[in-house]
């Protein structure tokens, strides 16, 4: 079974930027839907943003659009997040997760594989 492993979380000022890094262990994203998902505390796990198989398609929650962007690289076999002008209703911990029938979906039900989360702290 494939593991995600996500990095480039850290402390950051609001108006700041950050890119999150989410590299599969083995297979391969070209055939993956992947998406970030965030879990603030004491809060449930909210949708950010999520990418096809193709990279063609893209689907954003409307709190960071406009500030986040999703992107892949298949030959690095890594899913990207870049975060910018971050707020600090940002502060969360980020995951990613993989669908591997290749459905771009905003629910985590929908996602087979996850991550083990990086936190994400933006202070004002």
């Known amino acids: 079974q494939v593991q995600l492993v996500e990095s480039g979380g850290g402390l950051v000022q609001a108006g700041g930027s950050l890119k999150l890094s989410c590299a599969a262990s083995?297979?391969?994203?070209?055939?993956?839907?992947v998406a970030w998902f965030r879990q603030a505390s004491g809060k449930g796990r909210e949708f950010v943003e999520a990418?096809?198989?193709?990279?063609?398609?893209?689907s954003y929650a409307d709190s960071v659009k406009g500030r986040f962007t999703i992107s892949k690289d298949d030959a690095k076999n890594t899913v990207y997040l870049q975060m910018n002008n971050l707020k600090p209703e940002d502060t969360a911990v980020y995951y990613c997760?993989?669908?591997?029938?290749?459905?771009?979906?905003?629910?985590?039900?929908?996602?087979?594989?996850w991550g083990q989360g990086t936190q994400v702290t933006v202070s004002s």
């Open positions: 990418i096809s198989p193709s990279g063609s398609l893209t």
């Open positions: 997760a993989a669908n591997v029938e290749g459905y771009v979906a905003t629910t985590p039900v929908r996602y087979d594989t």
């Open positions: 083995e297979g391969t994203f070209s055939s993956y839907a």
